[in-house]
């Protein structure tokens, strides 16, 4: 079965600019989570999907979002870019909300902010 | 607000030096702690899955412990291929099912 697959795999980007990020989750889940990975402040949760509805949001501002397809595909999207988005983002899926379901993460896409 | 803290930050082994890891948490209620492995440039491979205290699970080298407040991951004759970040969440049932808090992680590095 294949994994979680995202694209593109790296991107460069300028400050104010945006960018979209896509996730495919492994065949079968249904739950997309999305977290972004820096060195200082490490994993941190962005916000999670479920039947194309945000069921659980972290703490970023609104200049991030996203959305789940009908076949649970997701996107991200970051608008107005900012130095310190630059970081590595990655989407993991799982089978069902609810419940200690283990995650499965993709190799990321490394964004960076110039 | 939850937290994981992992130790040692950093930890360099030589080839059959076993050693542990450790992931201190504070969660509302622990709904479960999971271990991964990071590679550099790649996303987090799942390893454990640990629900209640005193669970225990065990993987080729590797054997993950849970009590109330904190894990062990202990690795036994480590090779140089088992380095890598080695990482430490935690599901709270009060944060939403999917939300992981994960530690800062521990380097894992194994000389041969």
């Known amino acids: 079965k294949a994994g979680v697959t995202q694209t593109p795999r790296y991107l460069i980007k300028t400050r104010g600019q945006q960018v979209t990020l896509s996730c495919s989750p492994i065949s079968g889940h249904r739950s997309v989570s999305w977290y972004q990975q820096t060195p200082g402040q490490g994993l941190q949760f962005l916000f999670e999907y479920f039947s194309e509805t945000q069921r659980n949001k972290g703490n970023f501002p609104g200049r991030f979002s996203g959305r789940q397809f009908s076949n649970s595909r997701s996107e991200m999207n970051v608008s107005t870019l900012e130095l310190g988005d630059s970081a590595l983002y990655l989407c993991a899926s799982s089978l069902e909300p609810g419940g200690a379901d283990t995650q499965y993460f993709g190799p990321g896409t490394r964004l960076t902010v110039l | 607000e939850d937290q994981v803290t992992q130790s040692p930050e950093a930890l360099r082994l030589q080839e059959g030096e076993s050693s542990s890891l450790n992931c201190s948490y504070t969660?509302?209620?622990?709904?479960?702690l999971f271990w991964y492995r990071q590679d550099p440039g790649k996303g987090p491979e799942f390893l454990f899955t640990l629900y209640s205290a005193g669970e225990e699970k065990e993987k080729e080298r590797l054997k993950a412990t849970l009590t109330k407040k904190e894990s062990f991951l202990h690795i036994t004759a480590p090779k140089p291929e088992d380095s890598a970040t080695y990482l430490c969440?935690?599901?709270?049932?009060?944060?939403?099912?999917?939300?992981?808090?994960f530690g800062q992680g521990t380097r894992l590095t194994i000389n041969p």
């Open positions: 969440a935690v599901q709270d049932h009060f944060q939403g099912a999917q939300k992981l808090v």
């Open positions: 969660v509302s209620g622990l709904r479960g």
